[in-house]
């Protein structure tokens, strides 16, 4: 499975949009990126994934660029409950979910 | 989305003890789970794959004897932590997936090992 790049830490304003981006250079043509959060305590819970077109669902839009080797996730409006360690990885359709370090996103009032 | 529930929610054990750790797919048929460590301040290291009747597979390092995997069916797979230790505390998360659909979470279970 391709590794992913994340930043370690963003913040982002109550109610402003929060852009989370990762880098997956090595993407291979039938890899998919999946967004996963955790927040403190508690087991990962699926955001949306993707394979070449944007997404959108009642949670979030997934942004991935023409060549696939980054994407973006959009928390439209963001609230504090928004706060959570954010994952985005990379796995074949018949893959093991592995994860990296993810981004911290603390959303402050 | 499809639920996954962990039982218990938290155990304290003596050392030498064995746990179980039941996962259960709720509102779907599981044919693989995954059973995932978490220790304080780190991401979800995953410990083994398992699919229904088969035997699991386990990750690089992860002890086959110590921390035995059960999928007997397609909504229940178990993990037993063997003479459990206290280098064994940690947060336990299990997980579902129907065939090459999307992994669903379960709540996790806290093991602390005294």
């Known amino acids: 499975d391709a590794k992913t790049t994340q930043p370690t830490s963003m913040d982002c304003a109550e109610g402003r949009a929060a852009n989370l981006p990762c880098n997956h250079s090595t993407i291979s043509g039938n890899e998919y990126v999946y967004w996963y959060r955790q927040i403190h305590s508690q087991g990962p819970q699926y955001i949306i994934h993707g394979l070449k077109n944007n997404e959108t669902n009642e949670m979030a839009s997934l942004i991935i660029t023409e060549d696939r080797k980054s994407s973006t996730l959009i928390l439209p409006h963001a609230t504090l409950r928004d706060t959570a360690v954010y994952y985005c990885i990379v796995r074949l359709r018949v893959g093991d979910m592995r994860f990296g370090a993810g981004t911290r996103l603390t959303v402050k009032p | 989305g499809a639920v996954v529930s962990q039982h218990p929610s938290w155990v304290i054990c003596k050392s030498g003890t064995s746990v179980k750790i039941e996962c259960r797919s709720l509102?779907?048929?599981?044919?693989?789970m995954f059973w995932y460590r978490q220790f304080p301040k780190q991401s979800l290291m995953l410990m083994a794959t398992s699919n229904e009747g088969s035997k699991a597979t386990y990750e690089q390092g992860v002890e086959k004897d110590k921390f035995l995997i059960n999928h007997a069916s397609l909504t229940l797979s178990t993990l037993t932590v063997t003479s459990a230790h206290p280098e064994d505390s940690s947060f336990y998360i299990c997980?579902?997936?129907?065939?090459?659909?999307?992994?669903?979470f379960g709540p996790g279970t806290r093991l602390l090992v005294l």
């Open positions: 997980s579902a997936r129907i065939f090459q659909e999307t992994q669903y």
């Open positions: 509102d779907f048929q599981a044919t693989t």
